[in-house]
C-alpha cells in the first residue's frame, strides 16, 4: 500500500501531490522508505508534509534524513523540519538547531528554539 502511494506522488501532476503526500504521511512508519524519500520532492508542500511525519514516528534514525532540511530553500520546510527534529528528542540534533536560531525568519527561529527546548525537557 504504502508503494502504490509513493509511485502516484512520483507520477502525479502537482494539484494532486499534495493529497496523495498526505495519504502517504497518514500511514506512518510502514511508508518510513517512502517518506525519506519524498523529502527530495520538488514541491516544497510535499517536503513540510513528509518532515512532519517523520516527526510523528519519532524514530531517532530519521535525523539524518531531517537535517539537510533546516537549510531548505523553503521557510516552511525548515520551520517543519525543526520541530520534527524536536519531536525525535535526540541532542545530536541541538548543536544544527542552535545554528537555525540564527535565522532571519522568526517563525522557523521560533521553531528551532522550541524544539532544543523540548529535546531538554
Given at each position: 500500500?504504502?508503494?502504490t502511494h509513493y509511485k502516484r506522488l512520483v507520477s502525479c501532476d502537482k494539484a494532486e501531490k499534495c493529497s496523495v503526500a498526505l495519504d502517504l504521511a497518514k500511514?506512518?512508519?510502514?511508508?518510513?522508505q517512502y517518506i525519506v524519500q519524498s523529502l527530495?520532492?520538488?514541491?516544497?508542500?510535499?517536503?513540510?508534509?513528509m518532515a512532519e511525519a517523520l516527526g510523528n514516528i519519532g524514530d531517532a534514525q530519521a535525523l539524518p534524513n531531517l537535517l539537510p532540511l533546516l537549510k531548505d530553500e523553503d521557510q516552511m520546510v525548515r520551520f517543519m523540519a525543526?520541530?520534527?527534529?524536536?519531536?525525535?528528542?535526540?541532542?545530536d540534533a541541538i548543536p544544527?538547531?542552535?545554528?537555525v536560531c540564527?535565522?532571519?525568519?522568526?517563525?522557523?527561529r521560533v521553531s528551532a528554539e522550541e524544539a532544543i527546548e523540548k529535546i531538554l525537557k
Amino acid at each position: 500500500m504504502p508503494e502504490t502511494h509513493y509511485k502516484r506522488l512520483v507520477s502525479c501532476d502537482k494539484a494532486e501531490k499534495c493529497s496523495v503526500a498526505l495519504d502517504l504521511a497518514k500511514i506512518g512508519k510502514p511508508a518510513y522508505q517512502y517518506i525519506v524519500q519524498s523529502l527530495a520532492d520538488e514541491n516544497e508542500w510535499v517536503r513540510m508534509f513528509m518532515a512532519e511525519a517523520l516527526g510523528n514516528i519519532g524514530d531517532a534514525q530519521a535525523l539524518p534524513n531531517l537535517l539537510p532540511l533546516l537549510k531548505d530553500e523553503d521557510q516552511m520546510v525548515r520551520f517543519m523540519a525543526a520541530e520534527s527534529l524536536g519531536n525525535l528528542g535526540s541532542k545530536d540534533a541541538i548543536p544544527y538547531l542552535e545554528e537555525v536560531c540564527r535565522e532571519d525568519n522568526c517563525f522557523v527561529r521560533v521553531s528551532a528554539e522550541e524544539a532544543i527546548e523540548k529535546i531538554l525537557k
